[in-house]
Every structure is written in structure tokens, then in C-alpha cells.
């Protein structure tokens, strides 16, 4: 269900502002529609620019005192290079574009609710005869994962490496070579906004493919 936001007094008349600026960058960026001379054009895009992305830092502040804060596509938050807490996010007219359409509907970008939560992979193990637990904290870079014989968690990237991969090692786990390019797309899935179930769903289909690759170690001499 969405839950709109109501602007109200400095924070609706910014957004006026806002919206009327970011057209005037849009008329300008139109060959067609600018008569004066390309150097003139330059410093005036240039102009609107500036006043553009001060307008837009102005909102996002206003917004976040008021607890509302603004979320951006995780693609718009690399491409920008700096969060959305500074005043270069906003001299773009995409990263403005879409702080507009948040402020219509802020569902327009799923929440990321899993940051913080701990999942369980479940794999089998043929040195031990059972089952053991691997945990994944997912953090906003990437996971801290622990073996069930390590006190400590470690930091790795989205994709596990080279942690996961150490881990299983050291307890003589055999598993497929491309794990990680699946840890990467569960952790993508989450940051787009996937549960806490879900989420825990693939961990679980991860781990029974782990452990099938365990169990048909083949048996290379008998006794």
C-alpha cells in the first residue's frame, strides 16, 4: 500500500521550485528550443544546473529531519558516485528526476529491509556425517560470514570471496565453482527490496545444491 508524503510549507514550496527548474534544464538540453549562442547556452545550463541541485539538497534535508528520507535506485546511487547526502548527487538531472518521482510515490523504490538480518546455510557435510550452519549478516557492502567452527565473523564482498570459499576449504566441503555468482544475486535480490523469507528461501535452495555437490564426492577406493 503506498503511503504518500505530504509536503507542507518549506517543503512544498521547494518542490515547486524544483520541478520548475528541472524543466528549464530539460528546454536545455534541446537544441531546439535554445536560440542564444552555444557559450551563452553552456553557462546558463550550467547556471541551472547549480540551482537545481541546491534546491534538490535543500528538499532531501527538509525531508530527512522530517524522518522522510528519500530512496534511490542502487544503480543511481553507484553511477553518482557520492550518497545522496551531498550536493554533487543532485547536479544530474536523473538523480533530480528521481527524487521527484520518489516524493510522488515512494514506492517507487522497493525498501531495502534485510540489512542487519541473519540467514542460515544449511550444508552437508560427509567429513562430519551431518548437517552444519554457516551464517550470513547481510551489511549494506556485502555479508559477515561465519563457519560453525569459527567464533569470529569475517567481512566479505556480495559474492563471498574469498571467505565463503576459505571456509568451506578448511572443513573439506566440495561445492560448485560459481557459488558466488549466486550469494551476488541473492544479496542483489535483497537490496531490491526481496524479505527476510524469500531470502532465506534461496540461502535454503543454495545449500541443497552445496550439499549435492558434497554427497556425490564419488568413492574412489573402497575400505
Not at 503511503?3 to 514550496?13: N, R, W, Y
Not at 528549464?24 to 536560440?35: D, G, I, K, M, T
Not at 561465519?146 to 565473523?153: D, L, M, T, W
Amino acid at each position: 500500500m503506498t503511503v504518500q508524503i505530504e509536503l507542507q510549507g518549506e517543503d512544498l514550496k521547494l518542490f515547486g521550485r524544483l520541478k520548475k527548474l528541472l524543466e528549464e534544464v530539460r528546454s536545455l538540453q534541446n537544441p531546439a528550443v535554445v536560440q542564444a549562442p552555444a557559450t551563452v547556452s553552456r553557462k546558463l545550463y550550467s547556471k541551472k544546473i547549480s540551482e537545481m541541485a541546491q534546491i534538490a539538497h535543500e528538499l532531501y534535508w527538509l525531508l530527512k529531519k522530517r524522518a522522510i528520507e528519500p530512496r534511490f535506485n542502487k544503480y543511481m546511487l553507484l553511477n553518482r558516485g557520492v550518497p545522496p547526502t551531498e550536493l554533487k548527487f543532485y547536479e544530474h538531472i536523473h538523480a533530480v528526476e528521481d527524487l521527484i518521482e520518489f516524493i510522488n510515490n515512494p514506492d517507487v523504490v522497493p525498501v531495502d529491509s534485510t540489512i542487519g538480518e541473519e540467514f542460515i546455510l544449511k550444508i552437508y557435510s560427509r567429513r562430519w556425517g551431518h548437517h552444519d550452519k554457516y551464517t550470513f549478516v547481510r551489511t549494506e557492502i556485502g555479508w559477515l560470514i561465519r563457519s560453525p567452527f569459527s567464533a569470529e565473523p569475517s567481512h566479505s564482498p556480495q559474492d563471498g570471496r574469498p571467505v565463503l570459499q576459505r571456509l568451506l576449504d578448511q572443513d573439506y566441503i566440495s561445492y560448485p565453482h560459481n557459488i558466488g555468482d549466486l550469494l551476488s544475486q541473492i544479496w542483489e535480490e535483497a537490496a531490491d527490496g526481496k524479505d527476510k523469507e524469500t531470502i532465506q528461501k534461496a540461502f535454503d535452495a543454495l545449500a541443497k545444491w552445496i550439499s549435492m555437490c558434497e554427497r556425490s564426492v564419488p568413492v574412489l577406493f573402497a575400505g
